[in-house]
């Protein structure tokens, strides 16, 4: 009878798996780790059990590393890989979004006697120009007089406002990449603020300047801080309404010479949007009258006018290299729009689209939990294993290079872009990056210095990830750059 130990049957299993698939073929346990790697974990005062990895060539040779591969994770947002695949693939590369003008009567002369319906249709690109033209094409066919009011529409999800009732992320619920969107979407469901202060004074407005919109700063005050560091006295604004205004009351305190633009999602949706439509209108010399609601566009109505976003292939680069919660958690909505079945909440939907997509083409769930689709989460997890079989079976798809252009650039742009500056890597992969405050991640694509293409995922969860996890996973990549 013959003993093996385990570091003999492990040297056997290695054999046996060169040349074989990747599920099989790397083969770096933890005390193998590369040096660089094992001494930036070391630096960050974490070890190899809070890192999960796998780095392999993409042709599937018997080189690479392999950590932890099939527990679930925290991703990040790299989270949105999967959603931007299974979107390429669900949706199209061209499909795009809309926003719709109708009316439930046809316009008399100049007149629509009726209320004008603003209806949303996940439209990505709707900003304050893009409104502004969706309502000159409407005053071009020759209406002027709306005496119904303006009546909002943002059911095509369920439920229509999914901001409503939820629990903030984070301390910071105002900052853009926070807003939770909703089938409108108006801007992002955000306004711009431009923030200055001088030695004695703090000013601040808001854009667009809608009328009905005040700001109260009376209580904000400064202090001799660095403006970079403008958040750290920052309070959460309250916004008070009254016969129809919106004063923003900003408080807190603000750095002495300091100026500083940031987006807010603190104005209601609802208010800003109709205070938009009826300045943009009365500047184009049309009348509106009547109330404004919120509801659902009656069947039969007409298309007066619309307005279209961008191809989706244009939008997943936003969504990647920017990392743009929002946006993304709208194409994950936008996944579950035709799965739906009827009063099933949208979110659930898209769960299944992407799991239907994944045992489509192999993939285990196990361990998969699914939230919103961009990673700003405390519940989503999916293992390294799983994404690195999102991304092989990408790249085996029509689709491959609109997902591969959406990919950050390492040390080039995105949120890769001050990154691994200098080193091998730079230029020489395409990787989204994750962050949350017990979760940094990468995935993507790395050449080597043979131009040969490795998939990488590597994953960090720890307490202090967000501060100290970083040099880790760049000493993964960097490593993977050098190699011959």
Known sequence: ????????????????????MAGCATWAPDDQLPTAVRQALQT??????????????VAGNARGLRLHAQRAMQPGSTMKVV??????????????SRTDLLAAVSPVGDVLAGPLYLRGGADTDLDWGALWTL????????????????????????????????PPFDESPEFQYNAIPDALYLNGNVMGFA????????VATVSP????????????????????????????????YQDGKATVVLAGQFPRKCSQRTDLNIVDRQWITSAAVRQIWTQLGGQLDGADSDGATPAGATVLATHHGRPFAEVARGMMKRSDNPLTRQTYLRLGLKAAKPHEPTLDAAARVVRDWFAARGI????LVLDNGSGLSRSERISPQQMVDVLNSARRGVHWPDLWASLPLVGVDGTM?????????????????????????????VLDQNDQPWVVVAMVNHDAAAVKGRPVLDSIVEWVASQK
């Open 135 to 166: 309502l000159r094409q409407l005053r071009e066919t020759g209406v002027r007089h709306i005496q119904g009011g303006l009546v909002v529409d943002r059911s095509l999800f369920l439920p229509a406002r999914l901001d409503i009732g939820v």
């Open 83 to 96: 959603t931007t695949a299974v979107a390429l693939d669900q949706l199209g590369s061209n499909t795009r």
């Open 195 to 202: 923030l200055a202060a001088d030695t004695s004074k703090f």
């Open 1 to 20: 009878m013959y003993f093996l130990s385990l570091r003999s049957i492990k040297k056997s299993v290695m054999a046996l798996c060169v040349g074989a």
């Open 417 to 445: 872009s001050r990154r691994l500056k200098g080193s091998a890597a730079e230029g020489r992969a395409r990787l989204k990056s994750g962050t949350l405050k017990n979760a940094v991640a990468v995935a993507g694509y």
């Open 209 to 240: 300047a809608l009328p009905g919109i005040q700001i109260d700063s009376s209580a904000m005050e400064l202090i001799d801080r660095p403006c970079a560091a403008w958040e750290d006295g920052w309070k959460i604004p309250v916004v008070q």
């Open 364 to 367: 285990a769930t196990d361990g």
């Open 44 to 57: 960050a005062g974490m070890d190899a059990d809070d890192l999960g990895l796998i780095a392999m060539p």
